[in-house]
DNA sequence: CTGTTAGCGCTTTCAG
DNA sequence: CTGAAAGCGCTAACAG
């Protein structure tokens, strides 16, 4: 039975297990994280002791010494923006699997920002860093290169990584959704975009496939359900007899469907809609929305396993990896 | 004399900054944390040094020392859910805001997770801890207790805190909407919800202050725009003549609005709907959804400031904050 | 297999 | 206002 520990005052040390358990520190120290050149007596010594000391590891300490916090930063433009939870998601998990801990943190849409997290961050001394977009400023790229940790540049793609990559052509995105409207018959397009850097990449794939002038909505991003109907308002003033608008996301684009019923047009006969991300509800909509599924938790799980790999020091074959994208076409597009 | 360092092989550390300085190097500590001890002309130079050397403070060395890791834990069952988003997001600001980081943790809807993942939080010594919901074990409220640290349970409310507590009663929402609706005329309802802890509260409300059977519908937490299509089917085939809904999520509610829509049912017409949260898209559907405002953002900005107050050694005169709700009448419910 | 020694980089004493 | 000494708790490196 287990007797209430005696009032810790203070936390548990390593030493206190050791003394506990009649062996050194650094015995005690082996029998928990590298128990494989420890005897197996004093390992149920050691196991008994922590158990019976309420001990918990420091992770500060160790990390000081040994130099691996066991920690990876996660630079997101914003943590409420659905577009990158599953990505948010598989990276907690992914590095939790390995022990490692996501500690993430908002850049915000504003390129000055980034910076200062991004020293926030390497105060923490993560062991690896992973960071949504690409680092365009200099400053930045140098600063990362000189750390020496594994660098993931995600959710795009470029010909001079930092260090590695695991994204997708928004470029190609853009243009091959023009491609698909074009292909419809569709003259007269519009556009709906947020004014980040991904989404403004495949706003410009998708004007220079069309090649000509299409109506343009663009607005702050994140874009929102609500920026998608007033979005789409505004569409339709520039051209009342839209056939085909393309939106940066699947909220946004759920606006403009909401707003393009709520004005007596149907969806898709009157005006065909394309979304962004292939978001969990978008299959599910009347009519289901046709949009672009990239795969963002396997983002986030090829991202972390980079990480990793890297950190236990495996060679990466492939340090730059193209995930791709598809069209899901659905109802709102006629299928 | 050396020429300037082309090359750090190694990251600065105060040492250097203060030799670069010509100072001792918990001068150059006090320089860069507590300036007002420090002569300007002295911090003048520790400043050019940091800027020569490219010095970025050690905070896990800082941690160890000082026993204060300017981190804070927070647990969330899942960071996907977008329920928790606001709250995550303004913790993470107004942490931030003050010198703090936030670490985020997925405990799941599963309880048993919930312990193994507060020692692994635990382990890099977290000056506070936020956790979503109530803490029921008995084992993790001692141990939480014994830390020592503030400790902030939110998003639910309870008479026996671990410590504080920033939230609402879930118990009393249910029955807000079940008065609602009865007042509406409406007597034959349904309920579709997620299993969790809090949303099942709102259940056993919403029973109680009906007081006669109801057609119900749980599901799996996180609820979805999916399930919900689901769950208002097997609704309707409980009671094809259901007058109104009540759902524990406004995703899951819009899907079983579309699924409602989709049998020729006209919401509010025939079947009225009511969902929970208040999300940014609910005042923007068509119909408009009805739900339930609670101020997730401002459940996140108290709870980081509570465990900042206690961290500052601040007296805090409200250990147990009730933010309460409100329910917001649209169009879904005949608004 | 186990122990000793020596710090990791910083900040808390306690003195000037 | 500045500094010297002394570790925080842990683990790498080298003995035995």
Known sequence: MKN????????????????EAGVSAITASR??????????????????AVAKTGYIPNLLAGGLKSKRSMTVAGLVPVISVPQFLPTIRSLTETLDAQGYQLILGQSGYDHSREEKLLNTMISRRPDGIVITGLVHSRAARQQLQRLGI??????DLSDRPVDMMVGFSHLKVGSAIAGYFLAKGWQRLGIATGDD???????????????HPVATAIVPAPSSLEMGRKAMADLLAQDPKLQAVYCSSDGFAQGVVIE????????????????????????HLRPSLTTVQVDGAEIGRRAAQLIVDRCAGRAIEHPVVDLGFRIVERESTGA
């Open 4 to 19: 209430p520990p005696p009032m810790p005052n203070k936390a548990a040390t390593l030493h206190d297990v050791a003394r």
């Open 31 to 48: 029998a928990l994280s590298n128990p494989g050149v420890v005897s197996d007596a004093t390992i149920e010594r050691v196991r008994n």
């Open 150 to 155: 594994p660098i993931v540049e995600m959710w």
């Open 197 to 211: 850097h991904r989404a403004m990449m495949r706003h410009d794939g998708f004007c220079a496939a069309v090649g």
């Open 260 to 283: 393009a019923q709520s004005r007596g047009l149907r969806v898709p006969q009157d005006v065909a809609v394309c979304g962004f991300g292939d978001a969990d509800f978008a299959a």
